[in-house]
């Protein structure tokens, strides 16, 4: 429990209000989205390198920098800003293993870049089924609705 709320509060929230997103939906999104691909990294071994808590592929990073990014300027900025200032120019995929609120950002622009439009609210039904269909992390394997169902159970579970 301690480290889901401290992740929520402290890190995805964070994130978000700086790229102006303040929906509780899209904080519950990519807290059920670092746990399913959390647990999805455990359960599979992946033949693609995948980084950090929400499982990025070094190719879905670069996309997204160079496919949505690139075409705002200004929420690139702010992202860029959650980077480490040397790190990132060195080795800047290092950065969604080391750094979870730029790795956070990445993961909503993912989001983003693919049209997910939020509910006002959401059922964890609705957030497996925005999973499955908007997270375009550059795996190939298949996401399937029950890992986050099995995922967000586990999280459920640490928390009462």
Not at 18 to 35: F, H, P
């Amino acid at each position: 429990m301690w480290f889901t709320d401290n992740l929520l509060t402290a890190v995805i929230r964070d994130a978000l209000d700086k790229l102006g997103e303040t929906s509780n939906v899209a904080c519950q999104l990519l807290l059920g989205t670092a746990k399913t691909e959390g647990w999805r990294a455990g359960q599979h071994r992946f033949m693609e390198e995948q980084l950090g808590v929400f499982q990025i592929t070094p190719a879905a990073h670069q996309a997204v920098w160079d496919q949505c990014l690139a075409f705002s300027p200004e929420q690139a900025s702010t992202i860029r800003g959650m980077a480490s200032q040397r790190a990132f120019l060195e080795a800047p995929h290092q950065e969604l293993v080391v750094n979870i609120r730029y790795a956070s950002a990445i993961a909503w622009s993912i989001y983003c870049s693919q049209g997910l439009i939020l509910p006002e609210s959401a059922t964890k039904l609705n957030l497996a089924q925005l999973w499955q269909t908007y997270y375009e992390n550059g795996s190939t394997t298949p996401r399937l609705l029950k890992h986050f169902f099995q995922a967000t159970s586990i999280l459920q579970a640490e928390a009462a």
